[in-house]
């Protein structure tokens, strides 16, 4: 099972970007995705999470401006990101509870990171 995270890049404040989070591999259930994100010099802070019924909690740094949705057909979890600011500039970690197939158990997976710079 991995996960490839995916849409980071530079936008200037005021921006959006969206990001992606493709999970492949022998999956039998995915129940949470969500995102985490690190700040140079800073711990990784939880973003936002999606239940595989579609219920969301946001950080209160991101609500209103962060969203974030899945599509269960395509075991694929984005993130748009509107009104970026250039405290969002961070590399963007998505996250997941997997059950693999021939597990019994979920299992947290982590994709790679992705960029995200917001220039002021």
């Known amino acids: 099972v991995q996960l490839q995270a995916s849409g980071g890049g530079l936008v200037q404040a005021g921006g959006s970007l969206r990001l992606s989070c493709a999970a492949s591999g022998s999956i039998t259930i995915i129940n949470v995705m969500g995102w985490y994100r690190q700040a140079p010099g800073k711990q990784r802070e939880f973003v936002a999470r999606i239940g595989s019924g579609g219920s969301t909690n946001y950080a209160d740094s991101v609500k209103g401006r962060f969203t974030i949705s899945r599509d269960n057909a395509k075991n694929t979890a984005y993130l748009q990101m509107n009104s970026l600011q250039p405290d969002d500039t961070a590399v963007y970690y998505c996250?997941?509870?997997?059950?693999?197939?021939?597990?019994?158990?979920?299992?947290?997976?982590w994709g790679q990171g992705t960029l995200v710079t917001v220039s002021s």
């Open positions: 996250n997941a509870a997997i059950r693999a197939s021939g597990r019994s158990a979920l299992m947290d997976y």
